[in-house]
């Protein structure tokens, strides 16, 4: 099976500007996590889609939004970018709880 | 609330010696899943092991092995004679019975030294 895959895999925008990153989870699964990473905060998470439905959120501002689609594929955006939204955002996939989650490759964001 | 400390931020070893990550959780639930995840330099979490709360049986595979204990709530990871290729950064992570947010511990970066 294919695994986890996200694009763009590098962006660099400026602040104030918006962004849409993409994900596309393993065949079969349903249920898609988004994470931000940074080297202070560490791994935390966004916000998970199970059948198109926003089932849990993190703690972040309204300017981080996601939505999933029918075919399970998921897109986050950023409005209004901050410099300190620089970040390697990790999509996750998972057949549902309670199973493990399987990571993408990551999007690194760069807010200038 | 569910935490998962990882006290020890980096850890240098020399190849072939044994090496435990620690890792301690918090939460008031009685079903709950514990992940031990890889994160080598080139990004991407690779996920080593799931543990659910009502089995306590000792893991082993390969050269990595996990000791679980709900007394101290600890499930701590050990590479034995670490590789080079052992180096990266590991991260434990705990999810409740309901939801698939995980909560994921700080990390620990661990470089084995040839």
């Known amino acids: 099976k294919a695994g986890v895959t996200q694009t763009p895999r590098y962006l660099i925008k400026t602040r104030g500007q918006q962004v849409t990153l993409s994900c596309s989870p393993i065949?079969?699964?349903?249920?898609v996590s988004w994470y931000q990473q940074t080297p202070g905060q560490g791994l935390q998470f966004l916000f998970e889609?199970?059948?198109?439905?926003?089932?849990n959120k993190g703690n972040f501002p309204g300017r981080f939004s996601g939505r999933q689609f029918s075919n399970s594929r998921s897109e986050m955006n950023v409005s209004t970018l901050e410099l300190g939204d620089s970040a390697l955002y990790l999509c996750?996939?998972?057949?549902?709880?309670?199973?493990?989650?399987?990571f993408g490759p990551g999007t690194r964001l760069t807010v200038t | 609330a569910q935490k998962v400390t990882q006290a020890q931020t980096e850890i240098s070893v020399v190849e072939k010696e044994d090496v435990t990550l620690d890792c301690v959780y918090e939460?008031?639930?009685?079903?709950?899943?514990l992940f031990w995840y890889k994160q080598p330099p080139s990004g991407e979490l690779v996920f080593l092991i799931r543990?659910?709360?009502?089995?306590?049986q000792n893991e082993i595979s390969g050269r990595y092995s996990w000791n679980f204990q709900k007394s101290t709530s600890s499930f701590n990871f050990t590479i034995t004679a670490s590789q080079v290729v052992d180096s990266a950064v590991y991260f434990c992570?705990?999810?409740?019975?309901?939801?698939?947010?995980?909560?994921f511990g700080t990390g620990t970066s661990l470089t084995v030294i040839p």
């Open positions: 992570a705990l999810s409740e019975e309901t939801g698939n947010q995980f909560y």
């Open positions: 543990r659910n709360s009502f089995d306590e």
């Open positions: 889609y199970f059948s198109e439905t926003q089932r």
């Open positions: 939460t008031r639930d009685t079903t709950y899943y």
């Open positions: 996750a996939s998972s057949p549902g709880p309670p199973h493990e989650q399987y």
């Open positions: 065949s079969g699964h349903r249920s």
